[in-house]
């Protein structure tokens, strides 16, 4: 019977050394630490598109002339290689690379990277020869003004026209680097020509400026269609896409690798059962003592608690992640907040570019000259002015002359302090876009009291020449609306970026006159309501709910900024932006809706 005892309580105790060998082996199975290199990949694999989109802004910032130095175009490349090393090295030691699968996910992603890298340094090569031309070109054609100035008066007319093309074609050349088209590049070519006849009236002390301004013309008119190109294949390349396929690989690597994990667990759950009952049963028969037992439960409370002191842990790590996330979160909306400034500030530039050319302009061909020719004769006769003014055909002709010279000059004055005026306010709108960054950092909105048909003209004259050239005519409907409570720069960001969209929508319309419908009346007393209509291609019903997404544009040239932030500032004033459409081909209707908030009348 003994015998019989002892051979149980061996087989029990061979029983319990397999379980706890067993129970042992799970748990180092299970006791992985891929969950960690999980989440260190992808925040590698986070930091390179990170990288990529601050890769693709620095791009854009050059194509507009922001920045002239091409450093910040190799420096996330450089980064984003090391991160890549980094990222290889880690699956490497994971054996992770040796799969078909990550293997073609990873050469998807080198060879995208090195297609883009090329492009971006056939970009570099090609914008630098443009930015050199453009900036260029008020020199090479203050170089053909100056001397124009400085010939006879016999061809007055005819220089003065001269004049007037050779400034219009250099006008087309800068436009045609904001807005490229097959009709621009048109215009520039037969300017061209235009200028190629005119050349062979001139001295031959003026061929070699104007062989220079020409030369620099038709460089713009072939490498900017080269340079925009450029930009669309940088932007189709699906750098983005192939690391999200390697983050996607990368999750279900871990999917896999928790379910493995599970069953581990389970496994455990099984064993550790089949375990403390072979414990308890060999404990009755071989102790059957409270020792025993107290020795039992102590060792028992001793597990439990590294098994808490694990789960705090897993939720210290847990919460790192978390903070993690977030600093991520919130590095990727400050960067979209600066594509949304470029965008609106790049809107503004062209009204500036206008107005600081059209006082150029006024100013070269100032009605001024013709005082000190008068002052000329005056001082050829000073010892018989009276005599010269009262006898003489030309001194008969002078007390007229400068009193239409009088009136001439402050015609000119007026002018030109009309448009420094609508100047300053181009420029104190685009301060106000700036300074628009602090809002998103708690900074206060700044509401003061506006008229709205004031602030709608504002608008359409930072549009003004881009509607003239477009031939389009504007219909206004103001309503009788009192003075509001507003956010001048957020409204006026808002009506500038409907209406240059307007006037693109309107830009293939060649069977029927161009109308831009601007409206301005108040709904149901409490509700301040703007809108703007066009008779343009319209909107399809598919892209009605992605309107205002955030980088979508039906524009080839388009970048899906503009209506996204105007959406945006219209929330931010407690309002909302809509549009509508019956259809392509049929206009589009854009309506601001915001609490009407009226100016109190002192009493």
């Given at each position: 019977?003994?015998?019989?005892?002892?051979?149980?309580?061996?087989?029990?105790?061979?029983?319990?050394?397999?379980?706890?060998?067993?129970?042992?082996?799970?748990?180092?199975?299970?006791?992985?630490?891929?969950?960690?290199?999980?989440?260190?990949s992808?925040?590698?694999?986070?930091?390179?598109k990170?990288?990529?989109?601050?890769?693709?802004?620095?791009?854009?910032?050059?194509?507009?002339?922001?920045?002239h130095?091409?450093?910040?175009?190799?420096?996330?490349?450089?980064?984003?290689?090391?991160?890549?090393?980094?990222?290889?090295?880690?699956?490497?030691?994971?054996?992770?690379?040796?799969?078909?699968?990550?293997?073609?996910?990873?050469?998807?992603?080198?060879?995208?990277?090195?297609?883009?890298?090329?492009?971006?340094?056939?970009?570099?090569?090609?914008?630098?020869?443009?930015?050199?031309?453009?900036?260029?070109?008020?020199?090479?054609?203050?170089?053909?003004?100056?001397?124009?100035?400085?010939?006879?008066?016999?061809?007055?007319?005819?220089?003065?026209?001269?004049?007037?093309?050779?400034?219009?074609?250099?006008?087309?050349?800068?436009?045609?680097?904001?807005?490229?088209?097959?009709?621009?590049?048109?215009?520039?070519?037969?300017?061209?020509?235009?200028?190629?006849?005119?050349?062979?009236?001139?001295?031959?002390?003026?061929?070699?400026?104007?062989?220079?301004?020409?030369?620099?013309?038709?460089?713009?008119?072939?490498?900017?269609?080269?340079?925009?190109?450029?930009?669309?294949?940088?932007?189709?390349?699906?750098v983005?896409e192939?690391?999200?396929d390697?983050?996607?690989?990368?999750?279900?690597?871990?999917?896999?690798?928790?379910a493995?994990?599970?069953?581990?667990h389970?496994?455990?759950?099984?064993?550790?059962?089949?375990?403390?009952?072979?414990?308890?049963?060999?404990?009755?028969?071989?102790?059957?003592?409270?020792?025993?037992?107290?020795?039992?439960?102590?060792?028992?409370q001793?597990?439990?608690?590294?098994?808490?002191?694990?789960?705090?842990?897993?939720?210290?790590?847990?919460?790192?992640?978390?903070?993690?996330?977030?600093?991520?979160?919130?590095?990727?909306?400050?960067?979209?907040?600066?594509?949304?400034?470029?965008?609106?500030?790049?809107?503004?530039?062209?009204?500036?570019?206008?107005?600081?050319?059209?006082?150029?302009?006024?100013?070269?061909?100032?009605?001024?000259?013709?005082?000190?020719?008068?002052?000329?004769?005056?001082?050829?006769?000073?010892?018989?002015?009276?005599?010269?003014?009262t006898?003489?055909?030309?001194?008969?002709?002078?007390?007229?002359?400068?009193?239409?010279?009088?009136?001439?000059?402050?015609?000119?004055?007026?002018?030109?302090?009309?448009?420094?005026?609508?100047?300053?306010?181009?420029?104190?709108?685009?301060?106000?876009?700036?300074?628009?960054?602090?809002?998103?950092?708690?900074?206060?909105?700044?509401?003061?009291?506006?008229?709205?048909?004031?602030?709608?003209?504002?608008a359409?004259?930072?549009?003004?020449?881009?509607?003239?050239?477009?031939?389009?005519?504007?219909?206004?409907?103001?309503?009788?609306?009192?003075?509001?409570?507003?956010?001048?720069?957020?409204?006026?960001?808002?009506?500038?970026?409907?209406?240059?969209?307007?006037?693109?929508?309107?830009?293939?319309?060649?069977?029927?006159?161009?109308?831009?419908?601007l409206?301005?009346?108040?709904v149901?007393?409490?509700?301040?309501?703007?809108?703007?209509?066009?008779?343009?291609?319209?909107?399809?019903?598919?892209?009605?709910?992605?309107?205002?997404?955030h980088?979508?544009?039906?524009?080839?040239?388009?970048?899906?900024?503009?209506?996204?932030?105007?959406?945006?500032?219209?929330?931010?004033?407690?309002?909302?932006?809509?549009?509508?459409?019956?259809?392509?081909?049929?206009?589009?209707?854009?309506?601001?809706?915001?609490?009407?908030?009226?100016?109190?009348?002192?009493?």
């Open positions: 019977m003994k015998t019989y005892h002892r051979r149980n309580l061996a087989l029990l105790g061979a029983v319990a050394v397999l379980l706890a060998s067993t129970l042992l082996f799970l748990y180092l199975k299970s006791n992985s630490q891929e969950t960690s290199t999980y989440a260190e992808r925040d590698l694999i986070g930091r390179i990170q990288l990529n989109a601050q890769w693709e802004t620095e791009i854009l910032k050059s194509r507009i002339a922001i920045s130095n091409y450093d910040p175009l190799v420096a996330p490349l450089s980064e984003m290689t090391r991160l890549w090393q980094r990222f290889e090295s880690m699956e490497s030691n994971h054996g992770r690379n040796d799969s078909p699968t990550w293997r073609a996910s990873h050469d998807a992603y080198l060879s995208a990277i090195q297609e883009k890298t090329r492009l971006v340094e056939q970009f570099k090569s090609h914008n630098a020869v443009l930015r050199n031309s453009l900036a260029f070109l008020p020199t090479a054609e203050d170089d053909i003004q100056q001397p124009l100035t400085q010939l006879p008066d016999e061809d007055k007319l005819q220089l003065q026209n001269i004049a007037t093309d050779t400034y219009d074609l250099l006008l087309s050349s800068l436009e045609f680097a904001q807005v490229t088209s097959d009709d621009r590049a048109a215009d520039i070519l037969l300017g061209l020509n235009k200028l190629g006849v005119n050349k062979q009236r001139l001295p031959e002390q003026l061929h070699g400026p104007i062989d220079i301004l020409s030369n620099h013309i038709a460089l713009i008119l072939r490498e900017q269609p080269v340079v925009n190109r450029l930009l669309e294949n940088i932007e189709a390349i699906a983005a192939r690391l999200d390697i983050t996607g690989l990368l999750n279900k690597d871990q999917q896999q690798t928790d493995i994990d599970q069953r581990y389970f496994y455990m759950l099984v064993f550790s059962t089949l375990l403390v009952l072979v414990l308890v049963y060999l404990a009755i028969r071989l102790m059957r003592s409270f020792g025993e037992i107290h020795r039992v439960n102590k060792e028992l001793t597990a439990n608690e590294v098994l808490e002191q694990r789960v705090e842990e897993r939720t210290r790590e847990l919460k790192d992640t978390q903070s993690e996330l977030l600093d991520t979160a919130r590095q990727a909306g400050m960067a979209e907040i600066a594509t949304n400034v470029l965008h609106n500030v790049g809107n503004v530039l062209n009204s500036v570019n206008i107005s600081a050319d059209l006082v150029t302009r006024r100013l070269r061909s100032s009605k001024a000259q013709g005082l000190g020719k008068a002052m000329q004769l005056i001082n050829e006769h000073q010892s018989d002015l009276g005599t010269f003014l006898q003489n055909e030309k001194g008969k002709l002078l007390p007229g002359y400068l009193n239409q010279l009088v009136e001439a000059i402050a015609l000119e004055q007026q002018g030109m302090t009309e448009e420094l005026a609508q100047l300053s306010k181009s420029v104190d709108h685009i301060k106000d876009i700036v300074a628009t960054q602090q809002s998103y950092a708690g900074a206060n909105n700044l509401v003061e009291p506006l008229y709205i048909s004031e602030l709608l003209e504002d359409l004259r930072m549009n003004a020449g881009a509607l003239t050239r477009h031939h389009v005519t504007v219909v206004k409907e103001y309503g009788d609306v009192p003075q509001v409570m507003g956010d001048k720069h957020r409204l006026l960001l808002i009506l500038i970026n409907l209406i240059s969209n307007a006037k693109y929508a309107m830009s293939d319309l060649s069977n029927r006159a161009r109308h831009i419908t409206g301005v009346k108040v149901e007393d409490t509700i301040l309501q703007i809108s703007v209509k066009d008779d343009g291609e319209g909107i399809a019903p598919e892209n009605m709910t992605r309107i205002f997404a980088g979508f544009t039906t524009r080839k040239e388009g970048h899906g900024f503009g209506l996204h932030s105007c959406a945006l500032a219209a929330i931010e004033m407690n309002g909302h932006l809509t549009a509508h459409s019956d259809g392509p081909g049929k206009g589009a209707l854009f309506t601001l809706q915001i609490p009407l908030n009226p100016v109190m009348e002192e009493a």
